[in-house]
């Protein structure tokens, strides 16, 4: 199987994910509806090819993935003329099998994505800590990609991003931005983001805060003049702070709550939500850590966030339900689907009705 001839077919196709399973034919999915190529179903002999394949253009030994016994593996790889991808390998049922997601050479605008302007706003911090969070697959490093882009057309520096793995490629432009790879470059976040600490950083990346050392590392940076960015899996501003605090032993949540206060800047809370036309369109939240908010982190009263972010667009905040309101009226989403992503169903099923829509 020529691998890089059925990627650049698919890019054709304007896929977004490549399936590789046994027992079902190869698999794309587009603008979140799923289609399968002509052809049988593929045998565990089939994806193994596919999935040796996939090292080979990667030029990425499979000795590691397959000696560790590890569930899975993440990397990513360009393919000359054709495109870039990311691919996730893992076994199930005995057999081998990969997904591999398209990466656009060229990074989108944040208007063709549908990302507000309020959450590029959090491009113009100059220090602290801003997190963007939400579901596996909801767009986070999309997201995270433009702001990095924004800043390194917007202002002069060193821009250090720590990525497992690298998914889109970051030129020099205004800023010098070096791109590093987990585990390729550095074994782990925490390592990485303590060697960045010692590089005259003055914007951090960090790909995702997994545990108490990276997170306490990461505060600590912030807390130091750095603009530094991160995700978690969680979603809205109150769930990712109480997750934060979560990392910690009860004598030391006090003491992280009051750094939080401090160093935080901004969360972006973001999910696809499926559109009337059979794709998906990103709806965000967008937490920007006021003074009430700061008072709420500190006095861990994280339940009256929502309302304080319900009351505050006038300073770029932006409400889950706000921003679904917004994509029924539009017409994008119908307002079904939109309450059953909605914080609150009852109030925004109150508005969809007095609006007519």
Known sequence: MDISALLASMIEKNASDVFFVAGLP???????????????????????????????????????????????????????????????????RGSLGAVIRVIPFALPRPEELGIPDQVMDCASFNKGLVLVTGPAGAGKSTTLACLIDRLNHSRSGHIVTMEDPIEFVHRHNTCIVTQREIPTDVATYGEALRSAMRESPDVILLGEMRDRETVSTAVTAAETAQLLFSTLHTTGGASTIDRIVDFFDPVQQHQIRLQLAMVLQAVVSQQLVPTVDGGVAAAFEVMVA??????????????????????????????????????????????????RYANHTESLARRLKAAGV
């Open 26 to 92: 190869i698999t794309w999915a587009s603008a979140g509806q799923q289609h399968r190529l002509d052809g049988g179903p593929l045998m565990p002999q089939d994806t193994q090819e596919v999935v040796e394949a996939i090292y080979g253009l990667a030029g990425r030994s499979m000795a590691p993935f397959l000696e560790s016994r590890n569930h899975d593996d993440d990397f990513s790889f360009a393919v000359g003329g054709v495109g870039r991808f990311r691919v996730n390998v893992f076994r199930q």
């Open 290 to 339: 006021n003074t009430a908010i700061r008072n709420l982190i500190r006095e861990q009263k994280t339940h009256q966030i929502d309302s304080v972010i319900a009351a505050s667009a006038q300073e770029g905040m932006i409400s889950m339900d706000a921003s679904l309101f917004e994509l029924v009226k539009s017409g994008q989403v119908s307002s079904e689907t939109a309450l």
